[in-house]
């Protein structure tokens, strides 16, 4: 009984910012990472940025620079900060997490939220 909840997202115009928040809850004992992907369409999905419970970060090198992971152990919840936002950015935002239950452990997905980057 995990869930995750993404929201933020929108229209936005090139050279803006959105940030995304991703809220984990239910039966939760540990949640090891947080994380974003996302999956524009007609493409594969691709890792946007991981946020580790120690504090440690991971960016894709398309990402890097612009967008700002962050967390909150306490309220089991990850941040995505986007600044200069492209065209290129436009895609269907997961909030994912690696959580250690009560009961079951293992990896679960939000249903996505949109962003969509336009002039």
């Known amino acids: 009984q995990v869930q995750l909840v993404e929201s933020g997202g929108g229209l936005v115009q090139p050279g803006g910012s959105l940030r995304l928040s991703c809220a984990a809850s239910?039966?939760?004992?540990?949640?090891?990472?947080m994380g974003w992907y996302r999956q524009a369409q007609g493409k594969q999905r691709e890792l946007v940025a991981y946020?580790?419970?120690?504090?440690?970060?991971d960016y894709a090198d398309s990402v890097k620079g612009r967008f700002t992971i962050s967390g909150d152990n306490a309220k089991n919840t990850v941040y995505l900060q986007m600044n200069s936002l492209k065209l290129e950015d436009t895609a269907v935002y997961y909030c994912?997490?690696?959580?250690?239950?009560?009961?079951?452990?293992?990896?679960?997905w939000g249903q996505g939220i949109q962003v969509t980057v336009s002039s």
């Open positions: 994912t997490a690696n959580v250690q239950g009560l009961y079951l452990s293992g990896d679960y």
């Open positions: 239910g039966s939760i004992v540990k949640i090891n990472r």
């Open positions: 946020f580790f419970s120690g504090g440690d970060t």
